[in-house]
């Protein structure tokens, strides 16, 4: 299947600084990618549609503010969480659709610690 | 109410033993169902993949689709202590917004 990478696998910070992760789509090119948190226990919770060249969706309840995405290019899409606090630890997970869009291959998780 | 609903487990089997696993949505526009197997700490890995109903076999691997009830299944043969995971059922009417069942954390046990 289809490979997706996420940088960094995991993250401590400091409350109130920002952090930024990254999804890759290794071999194939992805004009979407979605971004998805997890809470230990929990299934995955749609955060974010990411779309190249124009403006991430959000789902509802989602700050946009605080959870900035860019998806600079058809293989990369970041997702930059600001001001960081502790409720924000989570892992964050990122996928992008296979090639006839109708099932999702997911990267490996970034498990993000803030202190 | 959720549209996918799961039992969250956890599912203790023995080796060896027939694993049944299963979820229930409630959108009839539903036409893409998947399962997937996470371990902890690790992103989904994609294990099955069907469209609308019928069954399809992969190795010890048998998901079945019946869209008549709205009932999503995952069989598991001869089941391995390295099956234990957390298995996830999604469903979807295009391969882009998914909705995930809660999991259903397997131990198989030696």
């Known amino acids: 299947g289809a490979v997706v990478s996420q940088h960094p696998s995991r993250v401590i910070c400091k409350s109130g600084t920002s952090v930024k992760i990254e999804c890759r789509s290794l071999?194939?090119?992805?004009?979407?990618m979605f971004w998805y948190r997890q809470f230990p226990k929990q299934s995955l919770m749609l955060m974010a549609t990411?779309?190249?060249?124009?403006?991430?969706?959000?789902e509802q309840g989602v700050e946009k503010d605080k959870f900035l995405i860019n998806h600079a290019s058809l293989t990369l899409s970041t997702l930059t969480v600001t001001s960081a606090h502790p409720e924000d630890s989570s892992f964050y997970i990122c996928?992008?659709?296979?090639?006839?869009?109708?099932?999702?291959?997911f990267g490996p998780g970034t498990r993000l610690t803030v202190l | 109410q959720k549209e996918v609903e799961q039992d969250p487990g956890p599912l203790s089997v023995p080796e060896g033993a027939i694993v049944s696993l299963n979820c229930t949505y409630s959108?009839?526009?539903?036409?893409?169902f998947m399962w997937y197997r996470q371990y902890s700490r690790k992103g989904p890995e994609l294990l099955m993949y069907?469209?609308?109903?019928g069954n399809k076999e992969d190795g010890r691997f048998t998901a079945q689709v019946d869209k008549s009830s709205k009932y999503i299944s995952l069989f598991i043969r001869d089941s391995q202590p390295s099956d234990s995971a957390t298995y996830l059922c999604?469903?979807?009417?295009?391969?882009?917004?998914?909705?995930f069942g809660k999991g259903t954390s397997l131990l198989v046990t030696p």
């Open positions: 996928s992008a659709p296979s090639g006839t869009g109708d099932t999702q291959y």
């Open positions: 071999d194939f090119q992805a004009t979407t």
């Open positions: 990411s779309n190249e060249g124009s403006k991430a969706t959000y």
């Open positions: 959108n009839s526009a539903f036409q893409y």
């Open positions: 069907t469209y609308s109903s």
């Open positions: 999604a469903a979807s009417n295009s391969g882009y917004a998914l909705n």
